[in-house]
């Protein structure tokens, strides 16, 4: 299978920042999708919950299933913070990356390519005025 999307892998610098742009967008996607997910339980946790504490008196069944929820919500509220940091860590890295890559592509690889397009329109220039030359050379002799 050939991808249709060619990347730019002629220096790494564009590779650099490049992964880094995806790692950003899949950081911000995945940052979305665990605080949805986690809000959701969150609501439905609270609605159980309020539903038992109105209750003045709670069978063994349902003080368990009060307690249950109260940890799961501590349980959650940890996790919360672990994957958050872990998505806070993808995102600073993919900064990095991309700055890192592009700084280094615009101060390093970009005046080269700059000057070996001024020098091949240079020497394109020179050949065009040599070929006239000759051309014209060739149609006085004619």
Do not use: C
């Amino acid at each position: 299978m050939n991808s249709k999307v060619s990347l730019p892998t002629d220096n790494i610098y564009k590779f650099y920042s490049l992964f880094g742009l995806v790692l950003l967008i899949s950081s911000f996607i995945l940052f979305l999708q665990t605080y949805t997910s986690f809000q959701e339980r969150s609501f439905d946790r609270f609605i159980e919950l309020e539903i038992l504490n109105n209750q003045e008196v709670l069978e063994p069944k349902e003080l368990a299933k009060k307690t249950v929820l109260e940890a799961k919500a501590k349980i959650d509220e940890s996790d919360k913070e672990l994957y958050m940091h872990f998505i806070g860590s993808f995102i600073a890295i993919s900064l990095l990356l991309i700055f890192y890559g592009f700084r280094k592509w615009h101060v390093k690889i970009q005046p080269q390519q700059d000057l070996i397009a001024q020098k091949q329109v240079e020497k394109l220039t020179l050949e065009i005025q040599i070929l006239k030359k000759q051309s014209s050379k060739f149609h006085i002799n004619r």
